[in-house]
C-alpha cells in the first residue's frame, strides 16, 4: 500500500526510517542536522525531525504519553533545531508525507505546534495541523484553531477557526485568518476584544468587542489596523467606524491619535478636542490638542515631554484668540475684554547628584480665570475654590539626618477676592537642618543630641494685606476687596488685622536646641534640654502706594500707609532678638500585662524657661505664624507657634499624661490629654502681633484650655479618634475634631465633624462647624455605588445683612455626590454627579453641578464626557 506504519518500538521505527534517510546515528537531536542536500535546510530538518520521533518516544520512555508533561523541549536542545515528540509516526510514500500522529508536539525557535495530528509534504514543504491544534508563540501568545496549514518555519500560512490568546490577556477570532511573512497576521471577518470569556459560558458574547471585516495586526509595526468595524457591548452594535487604528497591546507609548475629549459649556459651546501623539523619542514627546469650540473658536495645546537618567521635566502651553470674549464677565469678575487668553506651564526635576536635586515649577497666565473658564488643568493649582497657582524654583539635598532647601515662590490669586499686589514673592526662602549625636565619653559626659535649625526668608509685595476682625468690611465698589477702614490692633474692639506687609521683608531665624534621655534605675525617664532662639529683620515699608476701586456703585481707597497703625511710624529698620531657655521633661510609664493585652499609664510633666522678654526686640511683623492650633499635638512642645516670626516667652509648665490599652488581637484605645500653664514672666499668647495671633488661642490666659484626644480602633473594621478644647473655666468645649471610619468589606466609609468657636478677635466672626459623610459599596467583585456629602453648619450664623439671605438651618448643603461603576480586567464604567460651591466672578457663591461619565476599554482607551450646569437663582436660601 506504499505505507509504512511506526508504531511505539525502536526496532520498527529505525527499520522503517532507514530507507528514506539512511543510517541513523549518534543521539537524536543530533541527527537532525544530516539532512539530504536536495531539500532546503528547514525542509529538510523538519522532515528529519519527523521521521525521528519514534526515537525520541523509545530513548525517553516519559514521552510517549504526551499530555503528562508540559510544551517544553528536552533539556540542552538546541535553540535553533526542531524538534517532535508524539506517540506514533507515519510515512506515505505515496504522496511523500511523514506524520506525526497523537498527541504531536513540534518545537522550533521558541514556538511549540501542538496537534492531534501534524503531516508534513516534503514536496511542498508544508506542515498541516489538524485537530486540537494550538500554537505558543515565543512571548506567550496562543492560536488555537480547527486546522494550521503552514509553512515549515511557521512564518506564513492559514489558520481555519481562529482563537488568539495573546500574553497581554487579549483575544482575537476569525472564521479564517492568514499568517504573511511571519509578523502579519490577517483576520477576516473578526474579532478583538480585552475581556476574557465568560467561564461558566464561554460562548457567551463578552462585555464589549471589536468586529470588523478584516482586522490586520502588523507586527513590525506595532498596530492593529480595522476595517468596516463596530463597536459591540454584550453583542450589540453601538458604534460604527469605517476605519480606525490602534497600538497592539504590547505598546505603552506610539504615535497616533488619542481618544477624543467632547466639551458643553454655556460659553464655549459644543466643543470636540482630539489629542495627537508623537513618540519622537524613547526620552521624549509630544502631544498637541486642536480644539474646536462653536462660541470661541480654535484653542490650541501642547505638551512636550522628556525623560533624562537624572530626572524628568514637562512643557504645557495652551492659546485662543477668542471669538466671543463678551460671553465672558468683564474685569474684574472675569476677562470678558480680552481676546487673546493662554497659559503656560514647565515643571521639573533633576538629581543634580546623590543626595541633590534641583527643580521647578511656574505658571504663566493671560488672567487668573483662563484655567476654569477653559477648564485646563495645571499641576501648580493648588485649590478649586480659594485658588491659587504656585510657581518655585528649589535646589533641595537631604541626608541621613541633614536636610538642605533652598527656594523662590511666586503667587497667583485665582479666586475672585484674591488682589494680585498683595501677593507676596519670595526671594527666596532657605531653611538647613543638621542633627548631630554627642558621645559622652568626648564630652565630658554630658552626651545627648543637638540640633541645629536655619531659616531666611525674604519677601515682597507692593500692597499691604489688611482683613476685618468680626464683620468683613468690603469695598463699595464691587464687594469683593477687603479695605479695612478703621484700625485698632491689639484688642477686641480692634476692626483690622494686618496679613502682609508692603514693601520689603527679610528675616534670619537661628534655633540650636541640645537634649539627652537619661532613665534612672526605677525607670523613670528624664530630659533635660537647653536652647537658644535668635531672630534677625530688616524691615523696609512702602508707606507711598494706595488703591482705589471704582464703580457706578461707588468707590473705595485703602493705602500702605495705614500699615504704620500696626506696626509703628519707621523708616528701614533692623531689628534683633534673642530668646536663650532651659527645661526638664519627666515621663514615667507604668507598664502592666493582662489577660487581654497589656496596659500602659505615662504621666508627662515639662518646665521650660525664658526670659520674660526676648533680649533685643522683634518687630510686630507676623506673617509665617498666623495659624496657631493648640491642641494634644502641640501640648509639649516647646514653642507652639507653628512659624519663626513669634516665639514663646516667659516660664511655662506643661503636664498631662498618657492612657494606652493594646488588645492581643491587634486594636489599641489611646488616650492623650493635659494642660499648659504660665508660670511667670510674659505670656506671649496674651500679647498681641500685627495678626492678633496667640489671642483666643486657649493659651492666652495663665491656666490654659484643657486639650486632649481619644483613639480607638478595637479591630481593623472601626477606628474612632476624637479631640478636643475645653474652656478653662466652664469646660465648654471650644474645638471638636471627631473622625471615624469604618471598613466592613464590601462597606466603607467614613464620617468627620468639627465645630470651631467662634473667634472675631483673629478674623473668625462666627462659630464654624461643618459635618461630612462619605461611603462607598461593593455590590459585587465588579460593581460599586459611592456618595458623599458636607454640610456647611456655620451658614446657620452668617449675618443676613452682610450676605442677604434666608436662614438655610443648620444642615445646608455645601458639597455632595453621587455615582456608580463596573470594573473588570477589561472595562471601567463610572457615572458620578456633583455639586459643590464655586466662586462665580461676582463675589458671590453659585452651585455648580456636574454630571461626569467615564468609560476606559482596557487597550482601546477611554472617553470622558461631562456636563455642568449652574444654579445661580437659589443656592440652599441663599437669594442673589
Known amino acids: 500500500m506504499g505505507r509504512r506504519f511506526c508504531p511505539n518500538g525502536a526496532r520498527a521505527c529505525v527499520s522503517g526510517l532507514r530507507g528514506l534517510f539512511g543510517p541513523v546515528r549518534g543521539r537524536i537531536f543530533h541527527a537532525l542536522a544530516s539532512a539530504p542536500p536536495q531539500r532546503s535546510p528547514a525542509r529538510a530538518s523538519l522532515a528529519a525531525l519527523l521521521a525521528l520521533l519514534c526515537l525520541a518516544a523509545v530513548s525517553a520512555p516519559a514521552a510517549i504519553a504526551a499530555t503528562e508533561r508540559a510544551p517544553q523541549p528536552p533539556a540542552g536542545q538546541p535553540p535553533d533545531k526542531m524538534f517532535v515528540e508524539a506517540n506514533e509516526l507515519r510515512y506515505d510514500t505515496v504522496k511523500n508525507t ?71 490577556k487579549t483575544f482575537f477570532s476569525a472564521p479564517h485568518a492568514e499568517r504573511i511573512e511571519g509578523d502579519t497576521t490577517v483576520f477576516n471577518k473578526g474579532t478583538y476584544t480585552a475581556c476574557a470569556a465568560c467561564t461558566g459560558s464561554p460562548d457567551k458574547p463578552p462585555l464589549w468587542r471589536v468586529r470588523a471585516k478584516r482586522i490586520v495586526h502588523k507586527n513590525d509595526e506595532q498596530m492593529i489596523y480595522y476595517e468596516d468595524a463596530s463597536l459591540e457591548f454584550l453583542g450589540v452594535p453601538l458604534a460604527y467606524v469605517p476605519f480606525f487604528s490602534a497600538p497592539d497591546p504590547t505598546v505603552t507609548r506610539k504615535s497616533g491619535i488619542l481618544s477624543p475629549h467632547l466639551i458643553d459649556r454655556s460659553t464655549l459651546g459644543y466643543g470636540v478636542g482630539i489629542p495627537i501623539f508623537w513618540a519622537l523619542a524613547p526620552d521624549y514627546d509630544l502631544t498637541f490638542t486642536p480644539t474646536a469650540l462653536s462660541k470661541q473658536g480654535f484653542l490650541a495645546s501642547g505638551e512636550w515631554r522628556q525623560r533624562f537618567d537624572i530626572g524628568q521635566y514637562y512643557i504645557r502651553a495652551n492659546g485662543i484668540s477668542q471669538m466671543n470674549p463678551s460671553f465672558f464677565p468683564t474685569s474684574p469678575w472675569g476677562a470678558g475684554n480680552q481676546t487673546l487668553r493662554g497659559s503656560f506651564e514647565s515643571a521639573g526635576e533633576l538629581a543634580i547628584a546623590d543626595q541633590w536635586k534641583f527643580g521647578w515649577a511656574f505658571t504663566l497666565l493671560s488672567d487668573k480665570w483662563f484655567l476654569n473658564d477653559y477648564n485646563v488643568p495645571s499641576q501648580t493649582l493648588s485649590s478649586n475654590y480659594i485658588a491659587e497657582t504656585t510657581s518655585t524654583v528649589y535646589l533641595t539635598g537631604q541626608s541621613n539626618r541633614g536636610y538642605f532647601d533652598l527656594r523662590g515662590y511666586y503667587f497667583e490669586g485665582l479666586s475672585t477676592h484674591d488682589f494680585q499686589p498683595q501677593q507676596p514673592l519670595a526671594h527666596p526662602v532657605w531653611d538647613y537642618n543638621k542633627t548631630i549625636d554627642i558621645d559622652p565619653a568626648n564630652s565630658w559626659g554630658i552626651g545627648g543630641e543637638v540640633e541645629a535649625d536655619f531659616n531666611l526668608t525674604s519677601l515682597s509685595a507692593a500692597a499691604a494685606s489688611y482683613q476685618s476682625v468680626g464683620t468683613q468690611v468690603l469695598d463699595n465698589a464691587y464687594q469683593m476687596y477687603n479695605v ?15 496679613r502682609g506687609v508692603g514693601g520689603e521683608y527679610t528675616r534670619t531665624t537661628v534655633d540650636i536646641s541640645w537634649k539627652r534621655k537619661l532613665i534612672d534605675p526605677i525607670g523613670e525617664v528624664w530630659t533635660p534640654f537647653a536652647f537658644a532662639h535668635v531672630n534677625g529683620e530688616w524691615l523696609d515699608l512702602n508707606t507711598t502706594n494706595s488703591y482705589t476701586f471704582s464703580s457706578s456703585f461707588g468707590s473705595s481707597t485703602f493705602s500702605n500707609s495705614s500699615q504704620l497703625n500696626f506696626l509703628g511710624n519707621r523708616d528701614v529698620s533692623f531689628y534683633g532678638a534673642f530668646v536663650p531657655g532651659v527645661g526638664l521633661e519627666y515621663r514615667y510609664p507604668f507598664f502592666a500585662k493582662l489577660g487581654f493585652g497589656s496596659v500602659t499609664v505615662e504621666p508627662i510633666a515639662q518646665i521650660i524657661m525664658r526670659p520674660n522678654n526676648p533680649i533685643g526686640a522683634f518687630s510686630n511683623v507676623n506673617l509665617d505664624a498666623q495659624s496657631l492650633v493648640f491642641d494634644e499635638s502641640t501640648l509639649f512642645d516647646w514653642n507652639k507657634y507653628s512659624g519663626y516670626d513669634r516665639f514663646e516667652t516667659g516660664m511655662r509648665a506643661n503636664y498631662g499624661g498618657q492612657f494606652t490599652l493594646n488588645f492581643k488581637d491587634g486594636g489599641y484605645i489611646n488616650v492623650i490629654g493635659g494642660q499648659s500653664y504660665q508660670v511667670a514672666g510674659t505670656n506671649s499668647y496674651a500679647t498681641a502681633d500685627a495678626a492678633n495671633v496667640g489671642l483666643s488661642s486657649g493659651l492666652d490666659t495663665r491656666a490654659s484650655d484643657y486639650v486632649g484626644a481619644l483613639s480607638i480602633a478595637p479591630n481593623s473594621a472601626f477606628s474612632f479618634t476624637a479631640k478636643s478644647r475645653f474652656d478653662v473655666n466652664t469646660f465648654e468645649p471650644r474645638r471638636i475634631d471627631l473622625v471615624g471610619n469604618y471598613n466592613l468589606g464590601a462597606w466603607t466609609g467614613g464620617i468627620q465633624y468639627a465645630n470651631y468657636q467662634a473667634q472675631p478677635v483673629i478674623g473668625y466672626y462666627v462659630r464654624r462647624e461643618g459635618l461630612s459623610l462619605n461611603s462607598r459599596y461593593k455590590i459585587s467583585d465588579n460593581y460599586f455605588a459611592q456618595g458623599n456629602i458636607t454640610f456647611d453648619m456655620s451658614r446657620q450664623f452668617y449675618p443676613a445683612a452682610l450676605i442677604g439671605y434666608t436662614s438655610p438651618g443648620p444642615f445646608a448643603i455645601a458639597a455632595f455626590g453621587m455615582g456608580a461603576g463596573y470594573n473588570d480586567d477589561c472595562t471601567t464604567f463610572s457615572v458620578n454627579y456633583s455639586s459643590i460651591y464655586q466662586d462665580n466672578g461676582n463675589g458671590a457663591l453659585i452651585r455648580n453641578q456636574t454630571v461626569l461619565l467615564q468609560l476606559q476599554l482596557r487597550t482601546l482607551g477611554g472617553t470622558k464626557l461631562s456636563e455642568s450646569f449652574n444654579n445661580t437663582a437659589a443656592l440652599d436660601g441663599v437669594k442673589y
Open 98 to 168: 511523514v506524520a506525526a500522529v497523537g498527541d504531536a508536539r513540534v518545537y522550533y525557535k521558541g514556538r511549540v505546534l501542538e496537534a492531534d495530528r501534524v503531516t508534513y509534504d516534503r514536496k511542498t514543504g508544508r506542515v498541516l495541523a489538524e485537530g486540537h491544534a494550538k500554537l505558543t508563540e515565543t512571548d506567550g501568545s496562543i492560536l488555537h484553531g480547527d486546522q494550521f496549514d503552514l509553512t515549515d518555519d511557521f512564518r506564513d500560512g492559514f489558520i481555519e477557526s481562529l482563537r488568539a490568546d495573546t500574553s497581554d
Open 484 to 498: 479695612c477702614t478703621n484700625y485698632v490692633p491689639g484688642t477686641v474692639a480692634g476692626k483690622c488685622l494686618l
